[in-house]
């Protein structure tokens, strides 16, 4: 099967369902170890990328990432497409239910359309590096007006025979109480959906809002790669 068929075989009842329940969800091995290998050395490919970031410059943690220039490479282009559809109808919902106003297109080139005319025109799916002692604080990845609320990582490397620590982790900050922790187990070629800024929770009052942040937590020893895939594009 194609990835786009991949990806439309995934249960997304059972994600949309984690996604309200806990703001995220997992995609078991969807890609597999071969395309995750090749993905992984795109890294130290010339002329695919349009910035570097070195995580210590500016206290983010450690390690590096960087942010693909346009045209993406066709598998990061084709799982942003074909993922982007069967989250709509989540960021809709979410927005509704938090009372905010915007809406998302149902295909995802008229989404970058609406950032590009806002002077969001920088792509943002991204390559991340990880090696021993490295880690990413908590963050979200807000990059101007327009953000898609739900984005995804998929794992490139393989527990416990690349690297080893390095988990996934959330953390959720409900109003008036400790914030939440949740460490998110992935092997090779699993993804996790997440909210990239917060979501709706029903309370005993009503509904009311949830801020999550994401990252990664030290990584013991090896080398660890990512794969971000935002759906919105950067200023």
Not at 129 to 146: I, K, S
């Amino acid at each position: 099967m194609s990835l786009r068929e991949d990806v439309a075989a995934i249960d997304w009842a059972r994600v949309t369902s984690e996604l309200d329940a806990r703001g995220s969800s997992t995609l078991p091995r969807l890609l597999t170890s071969e395309v995750c290998r090749e993905l992984a050395t795109l890294y130290d490919t010339e002329g695919l990328f349009r910035s570097r970031v070195v995580m210590s410059r500016h206290g983010f943690g450690r390690g590096e990432y960087k942010y693909f220039d346009y045209p993406l490479p066709a598998p990061v282009a084709e799982l942003r497409t074909a993922l982007y559809p069967h989250l709509v109808p989540v960021a809709d919902r979410w927005n509704e239910a938090m009372g905010i106003e915007v809406r998302y297109p149902a295909d995802h080139s008229a989404f970058v359309e609406r950032c590009h005319a806002a002077g969001q025109v920088r792509p943002t799916p991204l390559l991340l590096r990880y090696g021993a002692d490295d880690y990413n604080c908590l963050h979200q990845d807000l990059y101007g007006e327009h953000v898609f609320p739900l984005q995804v990582a998929i794992l490139l490397s393989e527990p416990e025979r690349d690297f080893s620590g390095g988990e996934f982790v959330l953390t959720e900050q409900r109003p008036r109480m400790q914030s939440r922790p949740e460490v998110v187990p992935l092997r090779q070629g699993d993804a996790v959906v997440f909210a990239v800024h917060h979501r709706p929770v029903q309370g005993t009052r009503g509904m009311y809002r949830v801020q999550l942040r994401h990252g990664v937590s030290r990584v013991r020893s090896g080398n660890r790669h990512t794969l971000g895939v935002i759906f919105h594009d950067a200023t």
